[in-house]
């Protein structure tokens, strides 16, 4: 790994680190390790140098990846927005879809009284539901993704 990132001194941080960890003991090491090679690769550092190694030693597994932000030609593997292509990747993977989480979120927040929309995006922010508005629509977004549009007229 060393090697690989010393082609290019350039580059301020040479390594990626992340890590995947599931709710309780959900996936084995081995499933784990299965989606972490699979994400690597999907993040871009599939070809680069890197290393999986499992943990068990809290109550959710989970995997650190380290890897190289350098590949083998000495190029700077592409970061850019990498937390919003990493929850796609993820979710990619596992076979989630997330707008499923945003609308009942919403839904039930409009069973609450506001006096204000701010009180409102204040609920939606516990749900990690971010709203984005314009003249005439509210977006909610999630994970960096907009996965929902709500018409202003509904809000008043």
Known sequence: MKLVCDA???VKNRQFHAVISTKGQSYSPERLSQIAKQYLH????GENPYLIYFHGDTQNNHVHMVSTRIDKNGNKVNDRYE????QKVIQMILGQNVSHEV??????????????????KLLLEQEGIIISEDKDTM????????LHFIDQEKIK
């Not at 937390?83 to 990493?86: A, T, V």
């Not at 977006?139 to 907009?146: A, E």
């Open 8 to 10: 290019n001194p350039r």
């Open 103 to 120: 609308r009942p979120a919403f839904d039930r927040s409009m069973g609450f009284n506001f006096s204000t929309k701010a009180q409102m």
């Open 83 to 86: 937390k919003i292509r990493s």
């Open 139 to 146: 977006k909610l977004i999630k994970y960096g993704m907009v």
């Open 42 to 45: 999907d993040m871009g550092y």
